[in-house]
């Protein structure tokens, strides 16, 4: 597509160019900039007194691939349609663009530079990768859901066969061997539930709800655990402010007991747990059911082993686990029963140093 520019009227063209949505940057023929207006500098982070008349590629020193494309524009009168790409913000922070360029000629035909059209995407990605990672849990739930009925029902034979033959088997050591056999047996069984749970989620029953007591009851049920590691520093920072919140006490006490037995296990003798919890306000969501408002954020921090950079984007993936004996549904349980309460997740860990897990759940009234 081929730009024609008519001078005639310069300051109505300057008006419209600067009310468009979409940045554009036009350059002459030795890639100079002569126009940038506002979207531009939004999208890009660099101002319009800072870019024009300097040199395409002076201004974009990091984003290598657009100067090839417009070099192609400008010496070869190629014209590229919705590229997509990512630049570098003047600040160092990526941003996803969907690039449209073309050369540009007056009324005379004569060649008198480019314009390149830049789209943020940045808020379209997220959207995109949300919707294929729950079509790709969809059909992971379907799938282990038959697999789990299939498997439950001879698991249930073995064992059953399991403790037939314990009961008639007199030598001691062959005993160890069924006793074996029923323990694999009710591990492995335990794993079809938390299968079929995931894939078929109970609905929650909400009703007013103490976080705080919630969160003493899951302490109390891991005491032995944090005794037999010699854990002496749990530390709790309860906010009395914190009004009642609407959810299902059994399902978030299974929620809090996966991560408090997560930063348990994953502390030293002399390890620190702290739980704190305290109002977060304006919290503004994009999701479906989620709202904006006041928030309880109940946060887990130790200073155990922390999490590699390279697991942090998989550790809600369902099956994803670095334990030997660890299902992976946990977290990924976790995940859906705190977004079904309109809540989210957010996690910072740092290998070496520890993990700080954060749920915010919305409040349903002042205190």
Same mark, same amino acid.
């Given at each position: ?38 979207? !531009? ?18 201004? /974009? ?70 919707? !294929? ?5 969809? /059909?992971?739930?379907? /799938?282990?859901?038959?697999? !789990? ?131 977060? !306000? ?61 809540? /989210? ?23």
């Amino acid at each position: 597509m081929v730009y024609v520019v008519s001078m005639e009227k310069p300051d109505i063209s300057e008006n419209i160019i600067e009310s468009l949505a979409q940045g554009v940057i036009a350059v002459d023929n030795l890639m100079n900039i002569t126009v940038f207006n506002q979207a !531009a500098e939004k999208i890009t982070g660099i101002s319009s007194s800072y870019a024009v008349k300097r040199h395409f590629t002076d201004v /974009f020193t990091r984003d290598r691939w657009l100067h090839d494309i417009m070099n192609a524009t400008i010496k070869k009168c190629n014209v590229f349609t919705e590229y997509e790409g990512s630049i570098v913000q003047r600040y160092g922070t990526p941003r996803s663009v969907s690039v449209t360029t073309a050369p540009v000629f007056n009324t005379k035909g004569d060649m008198i530079g480019a314009v390149v059209i830049l789209k943020d995407t940045s808020h379209i990605k997220p959207l995109e990768q949300e919707s !294929a990672r729950r079509d790709r849990l969809a /059909f992971i739930g379907t /799938f282990a859901a038959s697999l !789990a009925h299939e498997v439950k029902n001879p698991l249930g034979g073995i064992r059953g066969a399991a403790q037939l033959l314990s009961k008639r088997l007199k030598e001691k050591t062959f005993r160890e061997y069924t006793d074996l056999i029923i323990r694999e047996s009710d591990r492995l069984n335990s794993i079809m539930e938390d299968i079929l749970e995931f894939a078929n989620p109970k609905k929650i029953n909400p009703l007013p709800v103490n976080i705080h007591k919630i969160l003493d009851d899951v302490l109390m049920l891991q005491q032995c655990t944090i005794d037999a590691r010699g854990i002496n520093n749990i530390i709790r920072e309860y906010d009395p402010s914190i009004p009642p919140i609407l959810g299902d006490s059994e399902q978030l006490m299974q929620v809090f007991l996966n991560i408090i037995k997560n930063s348990i296990e994953a502390v030293g003798k002399n390890g620190e747990v702290r739980i704190i919890t305290r109002v977060a !306000a304006d919290f503004h969501l994009i999701e479906e059911r989620y709202r904006g408002g006041k928030f309880a954020e109940i946060e887990v921090r130790d200073n155990g082993c922390g999490i590699p950079e390279e697991y942090i984007e998989k550790i809600f993936t369902p099956f994803f686990t670095t334990k030997k004996k660890g299902s992976g549904l946990g977290l990924a349980i976790s995940l859906k029963i705190i977004k079904e309460h309109g809540g /989210f997740f957010r996690i910072d860990s740092t290998q070496g140093k520890g993990t700080v897990v954060s749920v915010l759940l919305p409040i349903t009234r002042e205190g």
